[in-house]
T-cell receptor, first 115, second 115 residues
């Protein structure tokens, strides 16, 4: 069984300040973890993924996430928020390294970026 | 590369009618396609997994006679909502993965409104 918990349903930051979106996971095996972003009226886009290689994963648009097994966490960070980062973010867990198996989505975190 | 399209992007229908949604992988062969449902401000829930040329595997609680899935070719899967009712109104999203690509690529979604 696998599950993810996104601790914040809504996060608001000022442009230029750091972003932290929190995710904890539960899995009975070594999982693959992903962060997806969903902009209005657009398809889900993969930001980054962890597949048992380096624990610090760098993704697109300046985002990165660190896999911490001891804390069962995979928090998403970005040093400086941009207005275009405003969107819905999903933390996702999968038993498959390529994401070609069943994905279990978290409930999502809506990121708001203000001037 | 790795583009997945959905058609239509939105549809409004009367209660009792059937609606077909198409999901196409435009630049790769999708051996597996997934159908998700997303309620407003909620996460994506996997409905079913379909492999080309075989019957779809439905998640628990999803009525297979109501949500008909056909994956007739390596680039096309269809979801037909039969005898639609207002409670079927939702955002339906497909994803596709192929042997080479591995990762799931998501379509932009189809918003269904049943009156």
């Amino acid at each position: 069984a696998q599950s993810v918990t996104q601790l914040d349903s809504h996060v608001s930051v000022s442009e230029g300040t750091p972003v932290l979106l929190r995710c904890n996971y539960s899995s009975s095996y070594s999982p693959s973890l992903f962060w997806y972003v969903q902009h209005p009226n657009k398809g889900l886009q993969l930001l980054l993924k962890y597949t048992s290689a380096a624990t610090l994963v760098k993704g697109i648009n300046g985002f990165e996430a660190e896999f911490k097994k001891s804390e069962t966490s995979f928090h998403l960070t970005k040093p400086s928020a941009h207005m275009s980062d405003a969107a819905e973010y999903f933390c996702v867990v999968s038993p498959d390294t390529g994401g070609a198996s069943k994905l279990t989505f978290g409930t999502g975190t809506r990121l708001q970026v203000t001037l | 590369g790795a583009v997945v399209s959905q058609h239509p992007s939105w549809v409004i229908c009367k209660s009792g009618t059937s609606v077909k949604i198409e999901c196409r992988s435009l630049d790769f062969q999708a051996t597996t396609m997934f159908w998700y449902r997303q309620f407003p401000k909620q996460s994506l829930m996997l409905m079913a997994t379909s492999n080309e040329g075989s019957k779809a595997t439905y998640e628990q609680g999803v009525e297979k006679d109501k949500f008909l899935i056909n994956h007739a070719s390596l680039t096309l899967s269809t979801l037909t909502v039969t005898s639609a009712h207002p409670e079927d109104s939702s955002f339906y999203i497909c994803s596709a993965s192929g042997r080479v690509k591995g990762e799931q690529f998501f379509g932009p979604g189809t918003r269904l409104t049943v009156l």
